[in-house]
């Protein structure tokens, strides 16, 4: 298929990883350099407070806003409309006030991919920046007496954002960037034993299986927690992972859960982890899955 054949063509392009991996970085240490603002802003742009990436959210404003554009354009050059310029000119500034905070949300999310996905990511963020820059310039024109370069520009614009729009559904649903990664079916239903008491140690993950489902055990505090041991975020193991104040870090990229209830303390993640019951029994540890 024709799209199969630009995606392929766009991973061929291995000279994209070097400005990629320069961005990537910039980004990162522009976060880190905010200590906890920076922290906060980091979550906030994930979506950890949402329980769902927040770029596809907001992505839906200007995409939404320049289809109204283009449609009250196209109104007014075909029929004489002219009432209707007022109103696109209004919605194309909605459009690119909305664009900056999907943008962000976009690079931020971005930084945490590599290969394949990092390279279609960054030509999805460059199209869409290139859209970005007509409707600001397309703005520009009409506020200047320039109207039909100002409409002519959006329609172009128009083009590359659906482009890039295409390339960001790919993402998520062809390279799983922003889905649920974590394994949340084959649980036991029932208390199943995974592993002698006795070899599980203070303050060390442990990987064990429970059923047809990967765990990871810690021992904290004297308390046992057992949780799913797939990251959510891009199906890190997390019995590799560092543990500090009953959580634990993903070794990948830093998403950081829970351990009581497997929720997300530190994105990228959104979505939390399983969490199971634990018991233990005859000196086994027992673990099932939680029931609400």
């Known amino acids: 298929m024709w799209w199969e054949a630009i995606l392929n063509a766009i991973d061929r392009q291995r000279w994209l990883d070097r400005p990629g991996k320069v961005l990537r970085g910039a980004v990162g240490s522009a976060l880190a350099r905010g200590g906890l603002a920076g922290r906060w802003l980091k979550n906030a742009l994930h979506g950890t407070w949402l329980g769902h990436p927040l770029h596809p959210v907001l992505t839906d404003v ?47 999310d971005w930084q945490h991919t590599h290969g394949r996905p990092s390279r279609i990511g960054l030509v999805h963020g460059s199209l869409n920046l290139s859209a970005t820059l007509l409707y600001a310039t397309s703005l520009w024109c009409r506020r200047n007496g320039a109207r039909g370069a100002g409409q002519a520009l959006g329609f172009v614009g128009y083009a590359l954002a659906f482009a890039a729009a295409y390339l960001g559904g790919h993402l998520v649903y062809g390279e799983r960037i922003g889905v649920d990664h974590a394994t949340r079916e084959g649980f036991p239903r029932d208390f199943v034993p995974v592993l002698p008491e006795t070899e599980l140690e203070e303050g060390k993950p442990r990987r064990a299986t429970a059923g047809e489902a990967p765990i990871v055990l810690v021992r904290c505090g004297g308390q046992i927690y057992a949780l799913g041991e797939t990251c959510s975020h891009l199906g890190g193991p997390l019995s590799q992972g560092t543990l500090s104040d009953c959580s634990i870090t993903c070794p990948w990229h830093g998403s950081r859960f829970s351990l009581e209830d497997g929720r997300v303390l530190d994105g990228p993640a959104t979505y939390p982890a399983p969490r199971l019951e634990v018991r233990v029994h005859n000196g086994q540890i027992e673990v099932r899955a939680a029931r609400a």
Do not use: C, E, T
């Open 62 to 108: 200007p995409l939404g806003a320049w289809s109204a554009v283009a449609v009250l354009d196209a109104l007014d050059a075909f029929s004489g409309r002219h009432r209707l310029r007022s109103g696109a000119d209004a919605i194309l500034g909605v459009g690119l006030a909305a664009a900056v905070g999907a943008a962000a949300s976009g690079l931020n």
